[in-house]
């Protein structure tokens, strides 16, 4: 097969995408030149039927049908074509649709005046279009092939003032001249082998930098992938050391709230139980982040049964103590868990996903505030809403809170604690599960000094 691939597109999907995507675009223009072609006989064989023989119309509806016959096969044989560079390829098929069309200009050209045919500009249509595709050497092959061809054209058209050969000018379209001019024959050929041959070396020149800095581009994303995993494994590597010291408090902690060192007194015994609690909560932190950074290493997504209740249940229970002390009241609508039954999804990690979102709403609620949290099926998907009274989020800021570390600027004026890593870890699990999430601000219980925000999470049943 005639390799026609640069080396540097051989692995480069982006390149190839864009091939497909102008063969399909090509294809789909031919059709409309082939109406405006039709159009064309149509017109002037009814208002110029004088100027034009029976012959040059029966050749000029061949060449349309020629070109609609071939363009249904290319059509047909579109979505077959395979990536393959070292096979027939897509890259290969374009080359294929411009033989063909400037194989099929030619003939129009010369049917319809030679030279002096207005189509003849469409050969620099084409060879522009080649150009953003097929690679230089091929394009200039193109090139030498079309301006020969139409030197051809050029030297049967001089034949036509001898009456060596039929002359198919169309006379009451162009005007030209009945005295034999090779002045004007040769000034025509210089003219359009120069247009063309510039307009190739114009076209290339632009198609191949355009790629080169695709190719840069894709380097530096490749390279900005590379570190991000190196980060992720870092941030795991870190994470891990932390955890085992932690885990060794732990067991120190259960050893002697066991009494396996000896008897405590209850005072002290309440303290270590609260104690453990927290290394706990601490523990489960520290595998939540872990999680975080294998899905973002791996995209590694679980999927399992889950009890929709039983995750919001914890959450709750996790951030009952927080919100008893600024007398925040959290209240889950009570919904039939049978309507989400066939829910399925990663349990840890959508339990971090709305443990997040409650966290915010109590965090940034003001005391003795109210967090609502109800969730509802609509068809295949569950819509799952946790609205609160509190500090709220500004209109103008609100496409941006699930942006890595941003804050609003509301929340900050307020010195209250975070990274701004919630929401973009949350919306980061909503897409993972094929998701989506919506936030408004004021929340439906919201007021007028308490807007307050509302977070919407729509997860479909069947992940």
């Known amino acids: ?199 190739v070396f114009l076209a290339n020149h632009i198609a191949h930098n355009l790629y080169k800095r695709e190719m840069e581009l894709k380097h530096a994303l490749d390279l900005i992938k590379e570190n991000e995993i190196a980060k992720q494994k870092y941030i795991m590597g870190l994470v891990h050391e932390i955890k085992t010291p932690i885990s060794a408090v732990r067991t120190m902690l259960d050893l002697i709230i066991e009494n396996f060192l000896g008897p405590v007194s209850d005072e002290v015994g309440k303290k270590l139980l609260q104690s453990r609690k927290r290394t706990n909560e601490t523990i489960s932190l520290i595998n939540n982040v ?27 229970e996790i951030i009952g103590p927080e919100a008893s002390e600024k007398n925040i009241k959290i209240s889950l609508i009570e919904f039939d868990e049978k309507e989400f039954s066939e829910l399925t999804g990663d349990k840890i990690l959508l339990e971090l996903a709305i443990s997040n979102l409650v966290n915010n709403a109590v965090k940034y609620g003001n005391d003795n505030g109210r967090v609502i949290i109800d969730a509802s099926r609509n068809g295949d998907f569950i819509n799952l809403n946790v609205a609160d009274d509190g500090v709220g989020i500004p209109g103008d800021e609100i496409h941006n809170i699930f942006n890595q570390f941003y804050r609003a600027s509301n929340i900050k004026k307020k010195n209250k604690e975070g990274a701004g890593m919630g929401l973009s870890v949350v919306s980061e699990i909503i897409k993972r599960h094929g998701g989506e999430i919506k936030v408004v601000s004021p929340s439906k219980i919201g007021n007028t000094d308490s807007p307050g925000t509302q977070f919407t999470v729509i997860l479909p049943i069947h992940f």
């Open 290 to 316: 872990l999680r975080i950074s294998k899905l973002k290493l791996l995209e590694d997504v679980s999927k399992e049964n889950l009890f929709l209740k039983e995750l919001i249940d914890n959450v709750i």
């Open 1 to 199: 097969m005639f390799r026609i691939v640069p080396e540097w597109a051989y692995n480069y999907q982006g390149f190839w995408d864009a091939v497909k995507f102008r063969n399909i675009w090509f294809i789909k223009l031919r059709y409309f030149a082939v109406f405006l072609l039709f159009c064309f006989l149509t017109i002037i064989s009814y208002y110029f039927s004088n100027s034009i023989s029976s012959y040059q119309k029966s050749f000029i509806l061949k060449i349309i049908l020629a070109i609609l016959f071939y363009n249904v096969i290319l059509h047909y044989f579109s979505d077959k074509i395979k990536s393959k560079p070292k096979r027939f390829n897509c890259l290969h098929y374009s080359l294929l649709q411009m033989v063909l069309d400037l194989a099929a200009l030619l003939s129009l050209v010369y049917i319809t005046g030679g030279i002096e045919s207005p189509f003849y500009l469409f050969f620099i249509f084409h060879m522009i279009i080649g150009s953003l595709i097929l690679p230089g050497r091929v394009v200039y092959l193109l090139a030498l092939g079309v301006i020969s061809g139409y030197s051809l054209m050029a030297f049967l058209q001089f034949l036509q003032f001898f009456n060596f050969i039929e002359s198919h000018l169309i006379s009451e379209l162009i005007q030209y001249s009945k005295t034999p001019n090779i002045l004007y024959i040769s000034y025509e050929l210089i003219i359009f082998s120069f247009m063309i041959i510039t307009s």
